[in-house]
């Protein structure tokens, strides 16, 4: 069975550079064709997908989001992670890590809060 575990700071200030990672186990992040990718629900609000990378290590970014953020992978060690640059109050959301064919496996969240 493959799982997601994310982990991150929980608690970062304004103007910071967040990152998180998610550590994949049960599968390889290498197997072809699937994709692994960075998903939040900010409070009160809908899923916003943030980037993701298949198994190649070709990425893609959300358009609104391309400008601050950076996916990237360790083989090595079946890691994937999101950096996010300048963060605001507006990044405080739970940030999910999924993956599989079509994003079948998601991990539980983990909560940031972007604050002073």
């Not at 700071?9 to 994949?24: F, I, M, N, R």
């Not at 692994?36 to 990425?59: C, H």
């Amino acid at each position: 069975q493959v799982q997601l575990q994310e982990s991150g700071p929980g608690l970062a200030k304004p103007s910071q550079t967040l990152s998180l990672t998610c550590t994949v186990s049960g599968g390889s992040i290498t197997t072809n064709p699937w994709y692994w990718g960075w998903i939040r629900q900010p409070p009160g609000k809908g899923l916003e997908w943030i980037a993701d990378i298949d198994y190649r290590g070709s990425i893609g970014y959300s358009p609104s989001l391309k400008s601050r953020t950076s996916i990237s992978r360790d083989t090595s060690k079946n890691q994937i992670t999101l950096q996010l640059i300048s963060v605001g109050p507006e990044d405080t959301a739970v940030y999910y890590c999924a993956g599989g064919i079509g994003l079948s496996y998601w991990g539980q969240g983990t909560q940031v809060t972007v604050s002073s």
